[in-house]
C-alpha cells in the first residue's frame, strides 16, 4: 500500500515505474477504445492521424486535413503542457512534479464522465470537441510517462512495445553455439519482456473493459478511472500543501 500511495511522488524506482506503467496503460487503452465508440477514432496514438493529414492533403479533402492538424496540435500541447508543469514544479521544489499533470488528465476524464455528451460539439479543425480532450489527454499522459521512466515506458501505444516484444522474443529463441564464448552470447532480457507484456497485456484489457463499459453505461464509464488517477496523485499534493502551509506559519510566527 506504501509504494500505491507513492506511485507518483517524485522519487522513481523500477517497480513503482512498472506498476504505474501498467495502470496508466490499462488506462489508455481504455479510454482509447472507449473514445473510438463515440467518435470512431482512436486518440491514444497519432500515427493514423499522420498518415490521414497526408493522404487527405494529396486527395484534397480539406475537412479530414484540419481533423488531423486538430488531433496532431491537441497531442503535443498535451505533452507540451505536462513538460511546463512537471519543470515548472521542479523549479519550486514540489514534491508533486509527476502528480500535477496527472490531477489534470483526471479533471479532464472527470469532465468527459460527466458532460461528454455534450461535447459533441464541431470545432474550427472539423472534428468534436471530444477528439481534441481526448488527444491532449492522451499527449499528456504519454509525456509524463516517458519523463517518469527517462523514455522507458510508453503506455498510450503500443508499436514500440510489440516491436520490443518480438526483439526479445528473438533474442529468447535464438540458439547459441555450446562453443562460443560465454560473453558473446545472446540472451533475452527477461525482466524487460515481462514489463512489455505486462504494458501490452494492460492495454488490451483496459480496451476491452472500455468499449464494453461504453456500450453498457455511456460516459460516465470513465469517472472509475478518473478517480483512481486522482487517488495516485493525491498523496504528493497533500505532502506539497502540509509544506507550503508550514512554511507560511512559521514566516509569520518570525
Known amino acids: ?16 515505474n512498472r506498476l504505474l506503467g501498467g495502470i496508466l496503460a490499462f488506462n489508455a487503452g481504455a479510454v482509447n477504445a472507449g473514445g473510438f465508440l463515440v467518435v470512431a ?11 490521414l493529414l497526408a493522404d487527405n492533403l494529396v486527395l484534397g479533402n480539406m475537412r479530414l486535413v484540419l481533423g488531423a492538424i486538430g488531433a496532431l496540435l491537441a497531442f503535443t500541447c498535451g505533452a507540451a503542457f505536462t513538460a511546463i508543469q512537471v519543470n515548472w514544479a521542479r523549479q519550486h521544489g514540489l514534491r508533486s512534479e509527476y502528480a ?30 471530444t477528439v481534441l480532450v481526448l488527444s491532449f489527454t ?9 519523463k517518469i521512466s527517462s523514455s522507458q515506458i510508453r503506455t498510450t501505444h503500443m508499436t514500440g512495445i510489440v516491436t520490443d516484444i518480438g526483439i526479445e522474443l528473438g533474442k529468447l ?8 564464448p560465454f560473453e558473446s552470447r545472446v540472451r533475452a532480457n527477461r525482466i524487460k519482456l515481462r514489463l512489455l507484456g505486462t ?3 494492460a492495454f488490451i484489457g483496459g480496451g476491452i ?15 472509475p478511472l478518473a478517480l483512481l488517477l486522482l487517488g495516485l496523485c493525491l498523496p504528493p499534493l497533500y505532502s506539497d500543501l502540509v509544506r507550503t502551509i508550514r512554511r507560511k506559519t512559521a514566516r509569520q510566527s518570525t
Open 41 to 51: 477514432m482512436y486518440t491514444s496514438h497519432m500515427t493514423g492521424f499522420a498518415s
Open 173 to 180: 529463441l535464438y540458439w547459441n553455439r555450446t562453443a562460443s
Open 209 to 223: 473493459v472500455g468499449a464494453a463499459g461504453f456500450k453498457h453505461v455511456g460516459f460516465v464509464w470513465v469517472i
Open 138 to 146: 492522451m499527449g499528456l499522459q504519454n509525456a509524463l510517462v516517458s
Open 100 to 129: 500535477l499533470p496527472l490531477l489534470v488528465e483526471a479533471l479532464l476524464l472527470l469532465l468527459f464522465g460527466l458532460i461528454g455528451a455534450t461535447l459533441n460539439r464541431q470545432t474550427p479543425f472539423a472534428v468534436p470537441l
Open 199 to 201: 504494458l501490452l497485456g
Open 1 to 16: 500500500m506504501r509504494r500505491f500511495r507513492h506511485l507518483t511522488s517524485q522519487h522513481r524506482t523500477a517497480s513503482t
